[in-house]
Nanobody, 120 residues
Framework: QVQLVESGGGLVQPGGSLRLSCAAS????????MGWYRQAPGKQRELVAR???????NYADSVKGRFTISRDNAKNTVNLQMNSLKPEDTAVYYC??????????????WGQGTQVTVSS
């Protein structure tokens, strides 16, 4: 059906930067929005950033001014530029896509997640 593949996670020092990417492929009619969520051990999954096909964005208060989400609609990809990383940003980051597989079937897909660790 539809697959989401994330890349770009890793280990970085506090104050450093990482760029996450996610590519959606498969039977896609159109994409309404794509976004990034994260989950730390013992905590609930939370929204990090989201962008619609029209370019409207939402950010968690904790990442505003540090993270930037962007997309390439033609390539069905979404990116998350993460700057000034803090230890509390450590989590598994998941890509999410809200899309139509056909004109009348709207659904959501999740990637497998990519680990981001911020530590000295």
């Amino acid at each position: 059906q539809v697959q989401l593949v994330e890349s770009g996670g890793g280990l970085v020092q506090p104050g450093g930067s990482l760029r996450l990417s996610c590519a959606a492929s498969g039977s896609i009619f159109s994409i309404n929005a794509m976004g990034w969520y994260r989950q730390a051990p013992g905590k609930q999954r939370e929204l990090v950033a989201r962008i619609t096909s029209g370019g409207s964005t939402n950010y968690a208060d904790s990442v505003k001014g540090r993270f930037t989400i962007s997309r390439d609609n033609a390539k069905n990809t979404v990116n998350l530029q993460m700057n000034s990383l803090k230890p509390e940003d450590t989590a598994v980051y998941y890509c999410n896509a809200d899309l139509f597989e056909v004109a009348t079937r709207r659904t959501a897909y999740w990637g497998q997640g990519t680990q981001v660790t911020v530590s000295s």
